[in-house]
């Protein structure tokens, strides 16, 4: 192997090379010899350009390493005590990254052969020196050495950048977990307890749930609870809501499908069962699956197996699952419409989430804790409402329930300019409108009295279907509110001579 050794320069010679400086800063130069002569004639080539500190000891210059932040090194090959080479190898386990020369009066070509071939040495300086070539090779090694600590400060940095995102990351999964956390979950009363007590007891099982109430009631909020409060929480959650996609699509989505398992498909794709695995799955509005899903369903419930659409193999999963609806699931039983065995297989566990205006108290707690997040979100300061308008708050109908309430809040607070306070008027309408609870039962008067009583029964429903409609302010709502189906509606309607605006 040939040493390195220095370059024929004949074309550098006559430029003179430019100290290479980091900031404003030159870089500072350790030279240790021997000879003092020797010494002030290097620090007379390179002390225009660098910072130079010489030593006539190894121990000195090592002394000097410690306190200085010394980017090369210029050694003599004999010193008093050590080798040349000895004293490089201490300066690499002080400060590796500070780049080595040697300076030799005569070859003692096998060592320095050896400290150069392993890297201990970036070249030797052959005594006597030509000052314009001596200043070439100290310039390119420290432009290495920029180089290489350019590197470490990178790699230094990106090892911080990873630690911040892995801390923030930590972080992050800590507030989902607190956001879906029970703190996360509002409530008062007596419903609500009962409702958190069963959520408490099922969060650290792995049985099935089955979540019912209204819409807005907070079934998805409680589903998230129960899942990040469990031991599964590492794991994923996902959710499906089964309304919301045609049948196929559906199943496909849930157990995944085969390449040409239907027109479309031109991928093997992974269900959210397998999505799931370890986790749980939510399925949302189970009550609007068909029968040929609800046999699929009964089967991962049973055995914990799926089948991919278009595949001949069953997989195994192990997934908690979750069920919501706001129907009546017993209900879809006694029609037909669901299948009874999924329907005791999804009810290990049941959690009916009652509707808001059967737990009013839950309403002057929510309201404040929904005023404080948006008054935070949209930098208002709001800090709470007067008699009237909490009165009025509790008294409303909510049939959206707790959504509806979130809602309304949210509204008033954007539209609340510099109020600090919210009054009935800032409510919206048709909560102003409806009458207080109390006065709510009784609002719709008695026809007027004449002992006909189908006369007087057709007119109270006349005046009860004016009235829902008015409120509801479409047909399917009006007829959910009383109760009946809306083709029933429709059909009274028409019997009692109401005209019918064609409206939904
Ligand atoms: N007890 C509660 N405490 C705090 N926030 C609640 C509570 N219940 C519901 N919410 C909030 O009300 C909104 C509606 O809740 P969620 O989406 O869970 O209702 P849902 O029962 O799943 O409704 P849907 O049947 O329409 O899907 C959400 O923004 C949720 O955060
Ligand atoms: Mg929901």
Redesign the pocket.
């Known amino acids: 192997m040939i040493p390195r050794v220095p370059d024929e320069q004949s074309d550098t010679r006559n430029t003179l090379p430019l100290p290479l400086e980091r900031g404003d800063e030159p870089y500072s130069l350790l030279i240790v010899d021997d000879e003092v002569g020797i010494l002030e004639s290097l620090e007379l080539t390179l002390g225009d350009d660098y910072r130079v500190f010489t030593a006539t000891t190894g121990q000195q210059g090592l002394e000097i390493l410690d306190h200085e932040p010394i980017a090369l090194v210029i050694a003599d090959q004999v010193l008093p005590g050590m080798t040349g080479v000895e004293f490089l190898e201490r300066v690499i386990d002080r400060n590796p990254t500070a780049i080595r020369m040697m300076l030799t009066g005569y070859a003692d070509l096998a060592s320095i052969v050896r400290a150069v071939n392993e890297g201990r040495i970036y070249r030797y300086i052959a005594k006597p020196w030509d000052p314009d070539s001596l200043r070439l090779d100290v310039r390119r090694a420290l432009e290495t050495y920029g180089l290489a600590t350019e590197n470490v400060q990178l790699a230094a940095a990106l090892r911080d950048a990873n630690e911040r995102l892995r801390a923030e990351n930590l972080y992050l999964r800590r507030e989902v977990e607190r956001r879906y956390a029970f703190e996360?979950?509002?409530?008062s009363s007596a419903a609500?307890h009962r409702v958190f007590e069963v959520m408490e007891k099922v969060a650290s099982t792995d049985a099935t749930v089955l979540i019912s109430?209204e819409?807005?009631?907070?079934?998805?909020?409680v589903a998230r609870a129960i899942h990040y409060s469990g031991s599964r929480k590492a794991a994923r959650f996902v959710a499906q809501n089964c309304g919301a996609l045609p049948d196929t699509l559906l199943e496909s989505e849930l157990f995944g499908h085969k390449r040409g398992a239907f027109t479309g498909a031109h991928e093997d794709k992974k269900g959210l069962f397998e999505l799931a695995h370890g986790g749980a799955i939510f399925l949302?509005e189970i009550g609007e699956t068909n029968m040929s899903m609800q046999v699929r369903l009964l089967r991962v419930l049973q055995d914990g197996e799926i089948r991919s659409l278009g595949a001949s193999d069953v997989r195994h999963v192990d997934v908690r699952v979750i069920a919501?609806t706001?129907r009546d699931l017993r209900k879809l039983v006694t029609e037909g419409r669901f299948r009874e065995d999924l329907y005791y297989r999804l009810r290990v566990v049941e959690i009916w989430i009652p509707p808001l205006r059967e737990r009013r108290e839950d309403i002057p707690v929510?309201a404040h804790?929904f005023l404080e997040l948006a008054t935070a979100r949209m930098g208002r300061r709001i800090k709470g409402f007067t008699n009237a308008a909490m009165d009025r708050l509790v008294a409303a109908e909510w049939s959206g329930n707790?959504?509806e309430l979130?809602n309304e809040i949210e509204r008033v607070v954007a539209l609340a300019g510099d109020a600090d306070t919210v009054t009935l008027d800032m409510l919206s309408e048709h909560v102003r409108g409806r009458p207080a609870a109390d006065e709510g039962t009784s609002d719709v008067e008695l026809p007027v009295f004449d002992w006909d009583l189908n006369r007087s029964v057709d007119e109270l429903k006349r005046r009860m279907i004016q009235r829902a409609l008015a409120e509801a302010g479409s047909k399917s709502k009006a007829s959910e509110r009383l109760g009946i189906p809306r083709q029933s509606l429709q059909k009274m309607m028409k019997r009692l001579g109401m005209s019918d605006t064609g409206g939904e």
Do not use: W
């Open positions: 996360s979950l509002i409530g609500m109430g819409t807005g009631t907070g079934k998805d909020l949302d919501a706001n929510l804790h707790v959504r979130e």
